[in-house]
């Protein structure tokens, strides 16, 4: 595509007034000068830890024909044709020209964005899964896994920025998508990653306490949630949890004439479902919804996984409402999908096996509301004379305040609690745990264990664990690597995967006590 269509009726302009833009070839985009290819149109933006401004002439020397900054006055090496873009709206335009430069992607797909603390990457894999139920394909944005209707691949980070983001959606494009459900993050709303797209669907889970290293305070972290609701136009639809933190406030934000749908467990809404029974195996819900209601036996575990289920199958009604999917054709797709529906990787995943004789969790609750709500979905499904233990550590270099309320939360949850590291990153690992037991009553210190080396916590819940005992590992979910400080400064990548750890120790345990029986 030439330069001047790619950025036609945008207020761009060269610093090279009398370039022939109609004459420059783009074909590509990227902001990583490794990857420029001759051709290329190099975004130089600031990022959080460098100025991608340093990096324009090895993007030029790479092939780049044209860089697009938001400083005028740049630079380029002696002998270089390449041309200098202006914007002041960096981040909106580049996400402009993305959606231009592959053929709006976006508008041939029915998007549902999720965005919350906890619960996204949940809702956003029930979404998919009930779409393609319904027998339309559909691709997945998140945490876990980028899913483009062919492949899947490990995703870097929750959104990716806007110039992947269209070129992964024009992919779903072209391998027959008609749906994709997308987690948006409040780092990518704050930075636009998604200003260019059209949401059909927005969901909001709940709205607590994280990331206020980057947001500064709550209400920053709030107002970044709310700016996926504000980008709706009045076709599309958002949908809310009632009584969920956050929701009334960022409801009151959307933009205007955008219908809301409310969800709730045990609730009077439109959309609701409630708990018949539970137990360490699943649950059977009884699901109500405008069309109609059914009861169904489920393979998961914890009311708050009930309330995250009612929530996407009100936003997948809205996608496959817009594809044209009948009213009855809809509620038996859900009511099918909902037999053998299930939770993302590393999201209350159970890792013991025949032949154990305690239950083990892997989770990612890594904030403290999180981690209550696992918590409290677990205890009721514990046997009495049983106990509920929690291996759990928080991140370095993040928020600093939620460890102490980690440390509280886990106390009061939990029967046992095995203090440990998380990512450490560059911060000193019992500098941490010093600051999560900061926050845990003197007298509960009694029921808590420290094991700073994360392997041997694992092994130390599972060892101690008595028969019927339940142990959730929490904080690092389905990550397979763990970030450690490095002894010559920085920090270090090791593999780490909290489930293969747990079985070993499973395995070490049938060992260890092989007449306990199978359970």
């Given amino acids: 595509m030439d330069l001047k269509t790619l950025i036609a009726g945008l207020d761009i302009h060269a610093t090279n ?22 051709g290329s149109l190099f975004v130089a933006r600031a990022g959080l830890s460098t100025d991608g401004k340093r990096y324009i002439e090895d993007a030029i020397e790479c092939g780049a024909v044209a860089v697009l900054t938001d400083t005028a006055g740049i630079e380029l090496p002696r002998n270089s044709d390449a041309l200098v873009l202006v914007s002041k709206e960096l981040t909106r335009h580049a996400a402009l020209i993305a959606e231009r430069f592959w053929g709006n992607p976006a508008s041939a797909l029915s998007i549902m964005g999720v965005t919350g603390t906890n619960g996204k ?28 209707g062919r492949e899947c691949a490990r995703a870097s980070m929750t959104t990716p920025p806007a110039i992947e983001l269209s070129r992964t959606l024009a992919t779903m494009v072209e391998h027959r998508c008609e749906a994709v459900a997308m987690e948006v993050s409040s780092h990518a709303l704050s930075q636009g990653r998604a200003s260019a797209l059209r949401f059909d669907a927005a969901v909001l889970t709940n709205i607590t306490g994280d990331h206020l290293d980057y947001h500064k305070t ?20 958002a949908v809310f949890a009632r009584g969920a933190p956050g929701s009334e406030g960022i409801a009151g934000r ?77 509620l038996a797709s859900y009511e099918k999908t909902l037999a053998s529906i299930g939770l993302p990787p590393g999201r209350l995943e159970r890792v013991d096996g025949r032949g154990d004789t305690v239950r083990v ?18 205890r009721p499904l514990v046997d009495p004379r049983s106990k509920l233990w929690v291996v759990f550590g928080c991140g370095g270099d993040k928020d600093r305040t939620k460890r102490p309320r980690m440390g509280r939360v ?44 994360r392997g041997r916590a694992i092994v130390f819940a599972i060892e101690h664990a008595e028969p019927g005992d339940v142990v959730v590992i929490a904080g690092k979910g389905h990550e397979t690597e763990q970030i450690v400080p490095s002894p010559v ?8 995967d909290d489930r293969e750890h747990a079985r070993v120790a499973l395995r070490q345990r049938r060992l260890k006590f092989p007449a306990a029986g199978a359970s």
């Fill in 17 to 38: 007034a009398s370039a022939d833009l109609s004459s420059v070839q783009v074909c590509d985009l990227t902001e990583d000068s490794r990857t420029a290819v001759p």
């Fill in 218 to 237: 709550p209400e920053g972290y709030a107002d970044a949630k709310a700016v996926l609701f504000e980008l709706l136009d009045a076709e599309a639809e």
């Fill in 254 to 330: 959307c933009a205007q004439g955008v219908h809301k749908r409310w969800c709730s467990l045990d609730g009077d809404t439109d959309w609701g479902v409630r708990v018949e029974t539970e137990s360490i195996d699943g649950m059977t819900l009884s699901v109500r919804t405008p069309m109609g209601g059914f009861t169904k036996r489920t393979k998961l575990i914890g009311s708050y996984n009930a309330l995250n289920l009612v929530e996407a199958i009100a936003s997948t009604d809205i996608l496959l409402d817009r594809l044209n999917v009948g009213d009855a054709e809809r």
């Fill in 361 to 378: 969790f892997v989770d990612f609750a890594h904030t403290d509301d999180a981690l209550r709500t696992t918590l409290a979905g677990i």
């Fill in 489 to 496: 400064g920085g920090v270090s990548t090791i593999r780490f």
């Fill in 121 to 148: 990457t949940t809702v956003a894999h029930f979404v998919q899964q009930l779409v393609r139920g319904a027998g339309v394909r559909c691709g997945l944005i998140g945490t876990v896994v980028i899913d483009d």
């Fill in 410 to 453: 886990a106390s009061e949850g939990a029967d046992r609690v095995v203090v440990t590291s998380d990512n450490p990153r560059t911060e000193k690992p019992s500098a941490i745990v010093d600051e999560i037991l900061s926050g845990i009553d003197p007298m509960a210190r009694i029921r808590v264990d420290v094991q700073v080396d």
